[in-house]
């Protein structure tokens, strides 16, 4: 689908905007909205254009028992189904050797770094939730033959970052986090050496 529920959220704080006071808040949150939403833009612009037979789900929310996801994009090749968790986030980011993620940037020539969530978490939720959807779906006998399949084979978690002006620094950071984090201008270079790869194997 073309829309996105961060629009619609967008709309409705744009609607509350109005019969407050003090906007300052609430423009805040609109801003970081707004530039998520680019963000997911941006992804929707390169897979657009990438010439590679896929599906491309966008906006995707799951649900199972307590548990539940919001996927920004879920991309399906012959190779792979990626999950794909968009951050579009100002400034430069840096992950480091136990993978946590920092972001640092420039207030009035002053530099700031502060931790962030982990983006990586978050994609990791996502295959969680839709593993065990995949679970309670299957009998024990197809699981136990496929499970190993589910999780190195099938699904990969996988973060991009959206912003172009900002500098990913993961070279310390662990290799599963490594290999799972791109920008933005590197997914579709990603998306294809993954099919090259299962179509030599």
Request: hydrophobic share 35%; aromatic share 8%.
């Amino acid at each position: 689908k073309e829309e996105s529920n961060i629009a619609k959220q967008i709309e409705e704080l744009k609607e509350i905007r109005k019969s407050l006071i003090n906007k300052e808040l609430i423009d805040r949150d609109i801003k970081k909205l707004e530039i998520g939403l680019q963000g997911e833009k941006e992804i929707a612009f390169e897979l657009k254009n990438a010439n590679i037979g896929m599906y491309v789900l966008h906006d995707i929310n799951l649900k199972y028992e307590d548990m539940n996801t919001q996927i920004d994009y879920v991309i399906i090749t012959k190779g792979y189904t990626y999950l794909v968790e968009c951050k579009n986030l100002i400034g430069n980011i840096i992950v480091d050797n136990k993978g946590q993620f920092k972001r640092e940037y420039e207030i009035n020539g002053k530099k700031i770094i502060e931790a962030i969530y982990s983006p990586y978490t978050q994609a990791v939720r996502h295959k969680e939730v839709l593993k065990k959807i995949w679970l309670n779906k299957n009998n024990k006998i197809k699981t136990n033959i496929q499970e190993k399949f589910f999780d190195k084979l099938w699904y990969k978690p996988l973060v991009v970052l959206s912003n172009s002006k900002s500098i990913l620094n993961i070279n310390i950071a662990p290799l599963e986090i490594k290999n799972h984090t791109i920008r933005v201008d590197q997914l579709i270079d990603y998306i294809k050496k993954d099919i090259e790869k299962y179509d030599k194997d």
